[in-house]
């Protein structure tokens, strides 16, 4: 099942019978919810728009990941050193 990255689009924090309702819903996993205003979770597409119909002030937004260059430094490979 893909993650999804709720947020809540109303006045003050999320609001806590909203977060209950979500997870109950069959099939969903609540992965983070540190945020005041946001949730992760792990839920079927289909599911999660059912649930999100009777929640109006939440949208969804499907989790995406990007690759980072390594920002350490490599060393390079050691050149030959002429003979004196």
Known sequence: MPNFILKFRGEGPKPADAVERI????????????SPRMLLVDAPEENLQ????????WKAYPEQTISLEDPRHQIKAASKRAKV
Do not use: M
Not at 50 to 57: K, N, T, W
């Open 23 to 34: 997870r109950s819903a069959p099939l969903f996993r609540i992965l983070d919810e540190s």
């Open 50 to 57: 059912q649930v999100l119909e009777s929640l109006p002030d």
